[in-house]
């Protein structure tokens, strides 16, 4: 059986187990995340402005996250292939379920950042049940990643996310605004062409 390590901080009510995917461990799912990007090509969904969006995104599990003029949403087709997402890989499973056991996720959303990419400050709320938390693993490169309150105007805090560190926005936090302001491009060999891979599991439907 798989062992996993880590230990476990709490950053501003975050927990965050850091090093929870050893080297090997992360070049496994990245290897598996490959896989998954072969079937389902990342792409830029655009902004409610008409913008591309900074990162690329695609998905493993029934539901993708998906953007355009139309608004934000999640769907179980690939938007340029039309086919379902493939299976959501192990390591990733096993991330979610040191947070929560009671079902497994429906979603596993798949961030590129790219040099000079970020994501702007925002609510996960798109899910049915925030009952549920929203599982992140980060691989790659280092993002600071920045966190407030469920008020878009409450103060900002923010600290670095590490290859390998797996995160949790659940209960009082679940809805909190969060986003990332940076990544430190070409500090990690995890990625054949650098940048940051951030997982985002989630439980869409009820
Ligand atoms: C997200 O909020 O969807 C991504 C956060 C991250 O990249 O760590
Ligand atoms: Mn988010």
Redesign the pocket.
């Given at each position: 059986m798989t062992e996993f390590f880590g230990n476990t901080e709490t950053l501003h009510e975050i927990p965050v187990i850091r090093g929870f995917l050893d080297p090997v461990q992360q070049q496994e799912l990245r290897n598996d995340l490959r896989e998954v990007a072969r079937i389902a090509p990342p792409f830029s969904p655009m902004t409610g402005w008409g913008k591309p969006m900074s990162v690329q995104i695609t998905a493993a599990g029934q539901f993708c996250w998906y953007s355009d003029r139309k608004g934000y949403r999640y769907i179980e087709a690939h938007p340029q292939t039309g086919a379902a997402f493939p299976a959501i890989p192990a390591l990733a499973l096993a991330a979610w379920r040191a947070f929560e056991t009671r079902v497994d996720p429906d979603c596993c959303l798949i961030n590129h950042y790219r040099e000079g990419a970020r994501?702007g400050l925002?609510?996960?709320r798109d899910e049915a049940d925030f009952g549920y938390p929203?599982v992140s693993i980060s691989l790659g490169d280092p993002a600071l990643f920045r966190i407030g309150g469920v008020e878009r105007k409450a103060p900002t805090r923010s600290f670095w996310l590490e290859s390998g560190d797996v995160m949790a926005?659940q209960g009082d936090q679940r809805l909190a605004f969060?986003?990332i302001d940076r990544i430190k491009f070409g500090q990690s060999a995890l990625l054949q062409k650098g940048g940051r891979l951030n997982l985002?599991l989630r439980r869409v439907a009820p």
């Open positions: 994501m925002h609510q996960d929203v926005l969060h986003g985002t």
